[in-house]
């Protein structure tokens, strides 16, 4: 089945243990993503990837890394989180090539709540 | 800078009425725009985008530049339209710096 797994689902932490957020996608999708949800604020973009090798900063870096050594996969690593990390995140994935229709259709991960205490 | 307003937080309607959830973006450019839905233990997934000019679920949305609106509307809301509905907004040909609204829940009732 064609879809985005995100691990864990959900995650209890400390202020400033380390953590990652792993991503994958099974669809040869070159672009991949990275949001956050909070109350209010919607989805706002905190990194992305265009492929392999290549990524950039949304709208809210602070605090987040990301690598994507391989094209299906993007995890999300806080080096020290903090409480204001506490949110959903969601990955996503879409195709930059292809039929019109096709491509910029963004698929998303079932979502990682995280809390940091 | 883009940015994706939904000035509604909730749309509460009965079984039945027209639905229109409003989706007013600012852009310099040419958007692409979308409605993604999230239902209730689902994943966010995309509803239509205005490229396509499709009706999906019976939802239609028209992109009208001079107003810079994407709204979304339904003549006849259905209890299995209840669900969290994001517009979001993309540069054309693009989905690298796709922006979301806040959303807007739509909850229909009996």
């Known amino acids: 089945e064609a879809q985005v797994t995100q691990n864990p689902r959900y995650l209890i932490t400390v202020t400033g243990k380390k953590l990652t957020v792993t991503c994958s996608q099974n669809m040869n999708h070159e672009y991949m993503s990275w949001y956050r949800q909070d109350p209010g604020l919607g989805l706002r973009q905190i990194y992305y990837s265009m492929n392999v090798e290549v990524t950039d900063k949304g709208d809210v870096p602070e605090g987040y890394k990301v690598s994507r050594k391989e094209k299906r996969n993007f995890p999300l690593i806080l080096e020290s989180p903090s409480p204001n990390q506490t949110s959903l995140y969601f990955c996503a994935s879409s195709l930059l090539t292809g039929p019109p229709l096709a491509k910029n259709i963004q698929y998303f991960g079932a979502g990682t709540r995280l809390s940091v205490l | ?110």
């Not at chain 2, 409605?35 to 992109?63: C, M, N, P």
């Not at chain 2, 299995?80 to 922006?99: F, I, N, Q, R, V």
């Open chain 2, 1 to 110: 800078a883009q940015r994706v307003t939904q000035p509604e937080k909730l749309l509460s309607v009965f079984k039945g009425a027209p639905v229109e959830l409003k989706c007013n973006y600012s852009y310099s450019g040419s958007p692409e725009l979308f409605w993604y839905v999230q239902y209730s233990r689902q994943r966010l997934q995309l509803l239509l985008r205005h490229i396509s000019r499709e009706s999906i679920k019976g939802f239609t949305a028209d992109l009208n530049k001079g107003e810079t609106s994407f709204h979304l509307k339904k003549p006849f809301a259905q209890e299995e339209d209840s669900a969290m509905y994001y517009c979001a907004l993309s540069p054309t040909g693009t989905a690298s710096k796709l922006t979301f609204g806040t959303g807007t829940r739509l909850q229909v009732t009996l």
